[in-house]
Nanobody, 121 residues
């Protein structure tokens, strides 16, 4: 019922920028935390950035000062602005959201299918 669809990935040179978007759709009562994860081949999936429903943000040390997470609650969309990209940022980026489907339901975790970000040197 709930889908998260990412967009904005691509191939960029080191030092460049990309802006990722993730829109949640479906039967949604509310969305709590929204997050961006990434996974490179042969590596563990890591949390890149998270943003609460109230706008509180947290970042992995590796991206602090370069990435900015934001959200538009009216559009059920989370963004990840990525600046000063490095080759080590290359990964599939997935968005994640904790979604409540009704007033009395608990939160459920939903994942997007991912968007590829490739940074060349």
């Amino acid at each position: 019922q709930v889908q998260l669809v990412e967009s904005g990935g691509g191939l960029v040179q080191a030092g460049g920028s990309l802006r990722l978007s993730c829109e949640a759709s479906g039967s949604i009562f509310s969305i709590n935390a929204m997050d961006w994860y990434r996974q490179a081949p042969g590596k563990q999936r890591e949390l890149v950035a998270t943003i609460s429903s109230g706008g509180t943000t947290n970042y992995a040390d590796s991206v602090k000062g370069r990435f900015t997470i934001s959200r538009d609650n009216a559009k059920n969309t989370v963004y990840l602005q990525m600046n000063s990209l490095k080759p080590e940022d290359t990964a599939v980026y997935h968005c994640h959201a904790d979604v409540r489907l009704s007033t009395y339901s608990p939160n459920y975790s939903y994942w997007g299918q991912g968007t590829q970000v490739t940074v060349s040197s």
